[in-house]
Structure formats: structure tokens, C-alpha cells
């Protein structure tokens, strides 16, 4: 079995950092090391050497493999035996060959990389490219040059390959696939040998020199290039013929599994819709060819990267995305862009499904337990009722002021205890709310809690206003049940419960204490909520319930030593009579 051999251990050398390779010295030190076995002694022992170190460096840039693949021996001894070969047996048409493969893995880089890094390469490309003409093909094809034009290109040509070391490229913590496009490699390889090879034909078939039949040939190719560009850009009564190249640039960009598997390793990481959000659009303003992208959602929107003139909206179910490009993209490209973020709203679009999915199975779970207390409370509705009847019949002075009190107070229990009953039992029967004047109803209210420490406000309690009086005996008992659960904790507080006849109609509940923490604050309302006294769920099922009726609720206050909750009514109020 054969042991796999990492050629990740390139890199770790002085070429590398923690985490990070320089890719600008890599490629500076190999446009060095070839430049100077090129124009020294070709051939000679120190020539193999430097060609050898060459190599070396190009296998730790080249773009092909993971820097963290492993291969096996059988592969191992291949690139050996390849690279004894080309250094034993080292001629110029080996160079020749190799300088054109170089070239085109360049090339090919160039459209996937940021400004920065497309000047580093374009650089190192132009560095190649004379080498390839000046220091390769006249030596190849004994082309007769003057001393002159060796001393320039010699010192001339160290200049930019010194350059490029000192231009740091953006540096990848993680090791990828880098991306290269092989038709444009294989493309700008072709017309490098194509400039090259029609030179010495103008120069031999003209008798020119080979550097006016390579300035004549530039040209010519230069003009070539113009009309194809031309023709593929539509205008105006010309449709382009950018569709030949829908199919290869349906895979540019990014290696879409890589892509994928960052989003999902995002949509593990983050359970929230909002987080994954940035986090997936931070992600996408990283892709080479994205210099920007401003997005939004029903309820959140943010920018990443910058703004350029060339923008273009993409638009999905829950998610708007506006990107910007450093060049007008073409139909292919926008169509690869619009997959890359419906996939992000796919993905958005799940997490809040999860998380309404944990809502309902909250809610779910509310339900169960109220249909498990539903025995209980009859039970309780049968003491009640028995003792009722009891009190009813009660004879003597002793007990007549108690006999009053409960005869007040039982029959109006009793009823909202069946109230409840029926609705655990049948939760899908809605029955219209019960009606009473609102002065009647506020001074129930002040009945039934005037032995509770409570302190009661009103202004204009208008006799001819009619309220919903069970939603707001709900409401109101929920909230007077939170305030006095405060009172355990914090027993000096004090409780108000106040009128305002409006409109619009106000009912408030205050007290003295210490405020909500803001993390339940926003949630309020909305969502259940964490509570230490309960299923933290009471009041987003009041709030539901108000709705009904046209009433909502708020945190209108959240100070400390003044907390309010408010009951407002938007709809308008009838007359009684």
C-alpha cells in the first residue's frame, strides 16, 4: 500500500508564514531565478540549478492542486522523473515549451484575482512574455541582435520581477483551489506563439530585423484583438456574439463546491437568520470577481465592499441584492450571480423556517399543558360553583358582610373560569367578546382589586364608551400578574393602574421597579419570551388576543422606577344604546 506523501511540506520553509503564503515572493523569486538562468551561462552547471530552483517554486505556487492534497508515491515519482528530465536534458526548445505552459497559467489567473493582485500578475505576465520573445525565441532560432538591446533587456527585465516582490498579494489563511480559466490560458499562450513564430516569418520572408517585424506584428494582432472585442460587445442593431461563450463562463468566478461548502459550514455555525445573513454576504462580497453589494430584507439591509458604476440587481424570494462590478458583467455572468444569491436566499429562507418551526413547537407545548390543567380547572370550577350555592344559602349577621363580598365576587369567577375551560377545550371556537360600558367595567375592575395594594387613576371615564371587557380583563390580569410577581423580588414597589378615556383608549400598568433587560425587550410581543415565573409566553398570546378587538400592546416606558406597559384601542368606539 502506498504512503501518501503531502506536498504541503513545500511550504514551510522560509517562503511562508503562520497560515499564509506570499505569493508575490514566490512569484518574484521565480521571474528572478529564471530571468538569470535565461542570460547567464545557458546550460552550464549553475544555469540547472537555478532552473531547478525555478521549478521548485513553481510547484509551490502552480494553481492546478490543493496545497494540502496528498499524493501517492507512483504520482510523486512522475514529477520527479519529469524534472530530472527537463534539468538533464535542458535545451531551448524545453524552455520554449515551458515558457508558453507558464504564460498561459498566468493568463489564466488574471481574470479571477482583486486590482491589487490582476497588477501583480499582469506584471509578472508582461515580465514572461518579454522574456519569452527577447530572452527565448532569438537564442531558439540563432536570431542575430545587437549587444545594445541584450544589456537592455537584461537589466531592464529585473526591474519589474523586483516589483513584484514588493507588492504584496492578499493573503489566503486557508488553503483553496485557486481558479484559472482555461480557455483564456490556453488563448493567450496560443497568440504568445503566434506573435513569436510570425515575427521570424515577417523577418525571414521581408528581411527585416526581428525587432521592427515584432513591432509590425504587435500591431497587427493589436488590430485583431480590437475587431474581436468589438464584435463581441452588442450595440445597437448587433446582437454580439458573446452567447458563444455562454458555456465556459458558466463555471467562472469560484469553484462552485467550495462556495457551497463555506455557506453551509456558515449555515451550521450560525443558528439565527440575521447572523447567517452577514455573514453569507460577507462571504460573497470576497469573490474575485464581486467589488461590491449592498443587500436587503423585510427586516434588515447592510453593504459590503464598495459601490462602483456598473450595478446590477439580483432579486430573490425574501432577499434583494444589488452587485457591483468593476466592468459591465455580461448575461452568463449576472446568470451565475443570481444563482449564487437565490442559493443564499435558500438558505436565509430555511433559517427562518427553523426558527418559526421552534415557535410552533413552543406553542405546541403550551397547548399540551393547558389541555393536561384542563381536568384540574374543572375541578376547581366545581369547588367554586358548590361554594357559591353555599354561600348563597348563608344565614346570620356574622356573615353577611363576608356573604356579600363572595356573592359579589364568585358568580364573576366562576363565569371566566368557564370562559377558560371552553377555550382549552375547544381552542378553535371563537366567540364574540363581551361588551360593557367603559365606567361600568373600570369600576368592576377597582372592585375586584381593592384589597390587592393597588393604586387606580382615571380621567374622562366616559359612561357612553363600550369596551371589550374579557380581552382586557385578560390583558390586564396578565400584566398585574407580572407587576405583582415583581413584588416578591422588589417589595417596595409601587403599582398604578391608570385610565385614559383617550382617544385614543389608554389602560396602563406601572410600577416602580427595575426595567426589562433589552435582549426581552425587542422580543416582546412577537415571540415567547425567557421568563423565570412561567412559560415566558403570556403575553405574546395577550398581545394575539388583543388584535381581535383592535387593541395592541406596547412597553411604552423602560426606566428604572418607571416601567410601563400600555393597552391601546385604534378601532372606533361605539354608543351604548
Known amino acids: ?51 531547478l530552483a525555478h521549478l521548485g517554486l513553481f510547484l509551490i505556487w502552480q494553481p492546478l492542486w490543493r496545497s494540502d492534497r496528498r499524493l501517492d508515491r507512483s504520482t510523486g515519482a512522475v514529477f520527479v522523473l519529469l524534472t530530472a528530465a527537463f534539468i538533464i536534458w535542458i535545451n531551448w526548445w524545453f524552455v520554449f ?68 516582490l514588493l507588492l504584496p498579494l492578499r493573503h489566503d489563511p486557508h488553503p483553496r483551489l485557486h481558479s484559472v480559466d482555461i480557455l483564456h490560458a490556453i488563448t493567450l499562450s496560443s497568440l504568445t506563439a503566434l506573435l513569436a513564430l510570425g515575427s521570424l516569418l515577417v523577418m525571414y520572408s521581408t528581411g527585416l530585423s526581428y525587432p521592427a517585424a515584432l513591432f509590425q506584428n504587435l500591431i497587427f494582432i493589436a ?30 468566478g469560484t469553484p462552485f463546491e467550495e462556495w457551497l461548502t463555506g455557506l453551509s459550514q456558515l449555515a451550521q455555525k450560525h443558528d439565527a437568520p440575521e447572523a447567517f445573513l452577514e455573514k453569507a454576504m460577507a ?15 423585510r427586516d434588515q439591509s447592510g453593504l459590503v465592499g464598495r459601490e462602483t458604476p456598473h450595478a446590477n440587481g439580483v432579486h430573490g424570494d425574501t432577499l434583494e441584492v444589488t452587485v457591483f462590478t468593476l466592468a459591465a458583467p455580461g448575461a452568463t455572468l449576472l446568470l451565475h450571480g443570481r444563482l449564487l444569491v437565490q442559493v443564499i436566499d435558500y438558505f436565509y429562507a430555511a433559517k427562518h423556517s427553523q426558527q418559526e418551526l421552534g415557535s410552533r413547537a413552543h406553542l405546541q407545548a403550551v397547548y399540551e399543558t393547558g ?28 356573615a353577611e358582610r363576608a356573604y356579600a363580598l363572595v356573592r359579589r365576587q364568585l358568580p364573576q369567577l366562576g363565569q371566566r373560569l368557564g370562559r377558560a375551560l371552553d377555550k382549552l377545550q375547544s381552542p378553535e371556537t371563537v366567540e364574540p367578546p363581551e361588551h360593557l360600558a367603559l365606567d361600568q367595567w373600570w369600576r368592576r375592575l377597582m372592585r375586584r382589586h381593592e384589597q390587592a395594594g393597588l393604586h387606580f387613576e382615571a380621567a374622562d371615564v366616559m359612561p357612553d364608551t363600550t369596551v371589550p371587557a374579557d380581552i382586557l380583563d385578560t390583558a390586564l390580569e396578565n400584566l398585574l400578574e407580572n407587576a405583582r410577581f415583581k413584588r416578591q423580588s422588589e417589595p417596595d414597589i409601587r403599582i398604578t393602574v391608570t385610565l385614559r ?66 393597552i391601546h384601542d385604534d378601532s372606533a368606539m361605539g354608543n351604548v344604546g
Open 97 to 164: 515549451i515551458w515558457m508558453l505552459l507558464l504564460i498561459g497559467l498566468i493568463g489564466g489567473r488574471v481574470l479571477f484575482v482583486n486590482r491589487r493582485e490582476r497588477f501583480v500578475y499582469l506584471t509578472t505576465l508582461v515580465v514572461l512574455i518579454c522574456e519569452f520573445l527577447i530572452g527565448c525565441v532569438v537564442p531558439t532560432f540563432n536570431v542575430p541582435t545587437d549587444d545594445v538591446t541584450g544589456i537592455l533587456f537584461y537589466y531592464g527585465l529585473m526591474v519589474p520581477s523586483v516589483l513584484v
Open 501 to 566: 378615556a383617550g382617544p385614543p383608549l389608554t389602560v396602563s400598568v406601572c410600577d416602580t421597579g427595575s426595567p426589562v433587560p433589552q435582549v426581552v425587550a425587542d422580543r416582546l410581543f412577537r415571540q415567547p419570551v425567557d421568563s423565570t415565573s412561567g412559560l415566558g409566553i403570556g403575553l405574546y398570546q395577550t398581545a394575539r388576543l388583543a388584535q381581535t378587538a383592535r387593541f395592541w400592546l406596547e412597553l411604552e416606558e423602560n426606566e428604572g422606577g418607571r416601567v410601563c406597559f400600555a
Open 223 to 252: 488590430l485583431f484583438l480590437l475587431a474581436i472585442s468589438w464584435m463581441l460587445d452588442p450595440h445597437p442593431g448587433f446582437s454580439g456574439l458573446s452567447q458563444l461563450w455562454s458555456r465556459y463562463v458558466l463555471n467562472m
Open 283 to 297: 462571504q460573497f462580497g470576497e469573490l474575485p470577481w464581486v467589488e461590491g453589494a449592498r443587500w436587503w430584507t
Open 371 to 398: 389541555a393536561r390543567v384542563t381536568h384540574d380547572i374543572k375541578n376547581l370550577l366545581q369547588s367554586l360553583q358548590t361554594l357559591t350555592m353555599a354561600m348563597e344559602h348563608t344565614e346570620g349577621q356574622r
Open 1 to 51: 500500500m502506498n504512503s501518501p506523501i503531502s506536498l504541503s511540506f513545500l511550504r514551510r520553509g522560509i517562503f511562508a508564514r503562520p497560515r499564509e503564503i506570499r505569493e508575490n515572493l514566490l512569484l518574484g523569486l521565480m521571474l528572478l531565478l529564471l530571468h538569470a538562468a535565461l542570460w547567464g551561462d545557458f546550460g552550464s552547471a549553475l544555469s540547472r540549478s537555478m532552473m
